[in-house]
């Protein structure tokens, strides 16, 4: 099979899916080559072995450590991407992935003391980060709280058990769900309260979140409240806006002033994705910030960028953003 593009070189053999939950399944891959990468980062993957349609998913896999490179996905209706990954791809498939991409990771980090919080999809990065801190720190000391809306919504919930039984004393383990709560659940979100009971020494460790924006904004307001220096605070500023949307996220307001068009959209996603759901036409290649064809200009508005790879320093100060990469934390308008 022909490489369907430059920027996912590496062919991997799916050896088999597994169902994570009702809408969520994790891929197995064989990979043709060594595929180097580090806790916690993703890969650009050709959807239907197309040269312009390509997704970002974290590898959920640790490195060393897992049988096979592994994608967790969330089916989303509508999603070309996911629905094609967890509907249609058989065992036996190739799928064509780009090198592993990302800076959110522990691997570089020298520390032994970790706070980790996911919202929903967002544990992804957070489980391949816990694998490999705890077999590769014998001294470490983590704490992974994981919040979902059902106790049915905990992705890979086996494994989570069988760490927490594994190393016990290096790990523990807090799951919260909001809906149904179930014994050994933690009822509602996560608060400074709760953080201050549970983990009295939060200042001293280093804090990773991931999960929606508005879950990672309010984890990262309440770690600076309780000493955690801006330094030691991480969060995950790729993810896949749709799998990480709440439905209580609140709402922004988007002008389009050469269509007349206004639309909301949920704080903390991407200009991309809030274009894409309103049926607003957009090229969109790689979707992670690298190849620059979702370049858009913003007139005015509150966002925040994580990406500004291809674009050039006239067309940043034109207000020029890649779509892909362009976070909306208030009301935007666009030329």
């Known amino acids: 099979m022909t490489m369907p ?71 989303l209706s509508g999603g070309e991407g996911s629905t094609w990954l967890t509907r249609e791809v058989k065992v036996g498939n190739t799928l064509w992935l780009s090198d592993a991409q990302g800076e959110f990771t522990c691997s570089h980090i020298a520390d032994s003391h970790y706070l980790m919080l996911a919202g929903g999809c967002g544990v992804t990065p957070i489980m391949s980060m816990s694998r490999w801190i705890l077999a590769n720190q014998p001294t470490c000391d983590l704490v992974v709280f994981y ?51 549970k983990v009295s020494d939060i200042s001293q460790r280093t804090v990773m979140t991931c999960g929606p924006a508005v879950y990672m904004s309010e984890v990262e307001k309440i770690s600076l409240a309780l000493g955690v220096p801006a330094s030691r605070f991480h969060k995950e500023q790729f993810h896949t806006a749709a799998e990480c949307i709440s439905d209580s996220d609140p709402l922004v307001n988007l002008t389009i002033h050469r269509l007349n068009k206004h639309f909301t959209a949920p ?50 100060a034109q207000g020029y953003v890649l779509a892909c990469s362009c976070q909306l934390t208030g009301d935007v308008e666009l030329v």
């Not at 072995?49 to 590898?59: E, G, K, P, V, W």
């Not at 919930?157 to 807090?174: G, V």
């Open 147 to 197: 919040n979902v809306r059902s106790p049915a919504d905990v992705i890979f919930a086996q494994e989570w058990q069988q760490l927490a039984e594994r190393y016990p004393s290096q790990f523990t383990l807090y799951l919260m769900a909001e809906h149904d709560v179930a014994t050994g659940y933690l009822s509602g979100r996560i608060s400074k309260e709760l953080l201050q009971q």
């Open 5 to 75: 593009t430059s920027l996912c070189p590496n062919p991997m053999q799916i050896h088999s899916i597994q169902q994570e939950t009702a809408d969520v399944w994790t891929l197995e891959l064989i990979a043709q080559d060594f595929y180097p990468y580090l806790p916690g980062q993703y890969a650009l993957v050709s959807i239907r072995h197309s040269d312009t349609t390509l997704r970002a998913y974290t590898l959920s896999s640790s490195p060393g450590l897992s049988r096979f490179i592994t994608l967790t996905v969330r089916c």
């Open 267 to 316: 704080i903390g996603t991407t200009l991309l994705y809030a274009l894409e759901q309103h049926q607003v036409p957009v090229i969109a290649a790689c979707r992670a910030g690298v190849c620059g064809s979702c370049k858009t200009q913003i007139a005015k508005g509150d966002y925040t960028t994580t990406s500004q790879m291809t674009l050039t320093d006239n067309e940043i």
